[in-house]
């Protein structure tokens, strides 16, 4: 029988082939930080809940974390192959996570406290599980900042210009075939009706959705950085463009068939299929780019 010397690292790398006290440390170890930050983000994670299942803007937010898990379950094999070595530095980001929770909880600011949770999170698979593994869930995580509404201040900022835009393509589209119309604002004057574009109808609504769908979709099916960041990117001239048509399509169903039609049925079933449209016109935009440098 041969002597082999046992060193600290032997034997943990021994323990690990065996699955006993290293990997059952680490999940006790987990579980419990689990469990904390459960604590201290469980009035927090409610709100935003709520604030998904009450605001149409956000009502993709159900679907952000279940897209982030399946992500990386599926990568499940290759992190169960990358070796643990705990990085001291993801203290720092830890640190630094809280510290971003403190100010949130200051300011009464929602956005800062959700995104606390994200830096905390990072910390602390930094910290446990080391840089490679921390970089394998990059994406995952990062993907969780979809999920969180915007500040209101930064919500208007975006809605504002937005609206206005609509309102003009709308206008200039009326009048090219030839319905009289006069815009001031954000308020279009028709002959028989008047039309506010509000904020549902900016466009931000479809626009935070593609573009949450447009990050995944790029992530999967480009093979180049500079491919993801331009699909990524088309997503919002597709879905600024997308919604002015469909102003363009209410104030037309206005003038000619009344108001009522306008805002029925078809105001509902237009915002559905403008995002559908919008989002055929990614998926080809995404072809195209996959095409560029393959031929």
Known sequence: ??????????????????????????????????????????????????????????SHGFLIPLISGYLIWERRKTL?????????????????????????????????????LLVVLSGIILFMMGKEFAKKLLFPLAFLIFMIPLPYILYDAIAFPLKLFASRIATLSLLLVGIPVLREGNIIYLANTTLEVADACSGIRSLMSLMALGVIFAYI??????????????????????NAFRVTGTGFLSHYYGQEVAEGFFHTFSGWLIFIVAFVLLFASGLCLKKIGNE
């Open 1 to 58: 029988m041969n002597n082999v010397a046992l060193t600290p690292f032997t034997m943990t790398q021994q323990l690990k082939q065996m699955h006993l006290p290293v990997e059952k440390s680490l999940v006790m170890e987990l579980a419990v930080i689990g469990t904390l930050l459960g604590l201290i983000y469980h009035p927090i994670l409610i709100k935003l809940v709520e604030d998904w299942s009450i605001d149409p803007n956000y």
């Open 80 to 116: 169960g192959e990358t070796e643990i070595k705990p990085y001291n530095m993801g203290v720092i980001l830890l640190l630094m996570g809280i510290f971003i929770l403190i100010v949130g909880n200051i300011a009464s600011e929602l956005f800062t406290k959700r995104f606390s």
């Open 221 to 242: 099916s480009q093979n180049h950085l500079w491919k993801k960041i331009t699909l990524v990117i088309l997503t919002v001239p597709i879905a600024v463009i997308a």
